[in-house]
């Protein structure tokens, strides 16, 4: 396999852009470029991002927003529906009209991990979605306080063995593929971490700075800014691709933990059952998105970079993932149900 992937209802919508009269000029032009269908698109296109706003997915979610915006010429509003780790909202669009109006942006932990964790999701990854474009791709970061005693990954796991039970691992919460990977590297190095989940990696980041934790895995976005003031040091990342401060930090594998990879990536659905040429404008336009040079900086500021794949290769990812991470879950033990 190529790839390895490791991650209340309310509606909060909100426009981003744009019509066509308020779309810029070259915008326009790119938007002539496209093979649009003759029917398609004649109104607003909602983009579902399950997780509450603020987070890493709303933050893609309504980049692309903008970006397709001004590229179709139609506004496009991104609407949180979060809840049980992204179920929420990826099963209501699973159940949506597919007409290519009501999108939804996924991710790793929702459409690879999740239908592993938890017995019902309410919704099957592979039947029930078409995939459109994978949008973004990263590694996790293990990252500890600069002032600990831990310099490298080996000076942690060696802590771990010298006091089994003891030593802990902060994730963004239960059932994060954060957790999930915190686990895989207890079973790989043959140690007892203890996990200690959180509300998010806000609260994870204060109490990893306070000393309350020894550690924390975490996306690249969020542990970017402690680590450009210096305050947190990456232990590892979870593969060898890398952009940004995070660009030649060693990697789990470099670190003596062969065999645990993961990459995180965001990626735009819709439901079964869309008309395929609806489906593959939108591949273009994504992708037509991921060249815009506002759009690499801002992705490549979170440590993520940009894909913009179509929706034949980011199917056959999505199949990749979902047997690489059945077999992962199985070998860590985790279950939430």
Same mark, same amino acid.
């Not at 079973?187 to 306070?210: E, F, N, Q, S």
């Not at 934790?213 to 040091?233: F, N």
């Not at 645990?260 to 336009?285: H, S």
């Given at each position: ?16 852009? &744009? ?30 991002? @399950? ?60 459409? %690879? ?11 099957? @990854? ?25 310099? =490298? ?17 902060? =994730? ?32 994870? +980041? ?58 995180? $990536? ?13 489906? &593959? ?14 759009? +690499? %900086? ?6 993520? $970079? ?18 690489? $991470? ?12």
């Amino acid at each position: 396999m190529k790839h390895h992937a490791l991650h209340t209802c309310g509606a909060v919508a909100f426009t981003v852009a &744009a019509l066509v009269g308020g779309a810029s000029a070259q915008a326009q032009a790119q938007a002539q470029t496209l093979q649009a269908p003759a029917d398609y698109p004649k109104q607003a296109i909602t983009v579902v991002s @399950p997780f509450p706003p603020g987070g890493g997915n709303d933050n893609v979610s309504r980049l692309i927003a903008q970006e397709l915006g001004a590229i179709t010429g139609q506004s496009v509003v991104v609407e949180n529906r979060s809840g049980a780790g992204g179920n929420v909202g990826t099963a209501q669009v699973s159940r949506a009209k597919p007409d290519g109006y009501t999108l939804v942006m996924s991710q790793t932990s929702v459409m %690879a991990v999740n239908p592993r964790l938890y017995k019902n999701v309410g919704f099957d @990854p592979v039947k029930d979605f078409m995939p459109i474009s994978q949008i973004t791709s990263a590694p996790l970061v293990l990252v500890a306080r600069t002032e600990s005693p831990y310099k =490298t990954m080996a000076d942690y796991l060696e802590a771990a063995r010298k006091q089994p039970g003891i030593i802990t691992y902060a =994730t963004p919460g239960n059932g994060t593929m954060s957790h999930l990977m915190g686990a895989l590297v207890s079973k790989k190095a043959g140690v007892t971490l203890v996990h200690v989940p959180y509300r998010g990696a806000a609260p994870a +980041i204060t109490d990893l700075m306070g000393g309350t934790v020894d550690m924390l895995i975490t996306s690249p976005a969020s542990a970017e800014p402690m680590v450009a003031a210096g305050k947190l040091r990456i232990l590892a990342l979870s593969h060898e691709n890398s952009v940004g401060i995070f660009k030649g930090a060693p990697t789990l594998k470099q670190s003596g933990l062969d065999g645990i990879t993961a990459d995180d $990536w965001y990626g735009l659905f819709a439901p079964a059952g869309t008309p395929p040429e609806r489906v &593959a404008y939108l591949a273009q336009a994504v992708s037509q998105a991921m060249k815009s040079p506002k759009v +690499i %900086a801002k992705i490549n500021s979170g440590g993520s $970079w940009p894909v913009g794949s179509q929706p034949d290769a980011f199917k056959t990812r999505l199949q990749e993932d979902t047997v690489y $991470w059945a077999d992962m879950v199985k070998t860590a033990g985790v279950s939430l149900d």
